[in-house]
């Protein structure tokens, strides 16, 4: 995984970043369950899904550009956010 170092833990307190967290997380979750749907249907047997599998689908999400950030991939994004905190 890439990007282990740079994602650690989110703690949800009650500081205002994170007023909406539950919203935002319920949105981004079931987004992510309908793209995986795409490749595995509802009742998928994943003990037979290999880990190169996997990985693959998660190569090919990350680099499909997403309406929800304004059509660009979570792979740039994340490479933005690696460069600036390593600025």
Do not use: C
């Not at 992510?32 to 749907?37: D, E, F, V, Y």
């Amino acid at each position: 995984m890439p990007y282990k170092d740079a994602v650690l833990t989110i703690t949800a307190d009650n500081d205002k970043e994170f007023a909406y967290h539950e919203q935002v997380t319920q949105a981004l979750n079931e987004n992510t369950n309908g793209l995986l749907r795409q490749y595995w249907p509802k009742k998928t047997d994943f003990k037979l899904i290999s880990t190169n599998e996997v990985d693959e689908v998660i190569v090919q999400l990350n680099n499909r550009p997403r309406k929800k950030l304004n059509y660009q991939t979570p792979s740039k994004l994340m490479k933005i956010h690696m460069a600036a905190i390593a600025a």
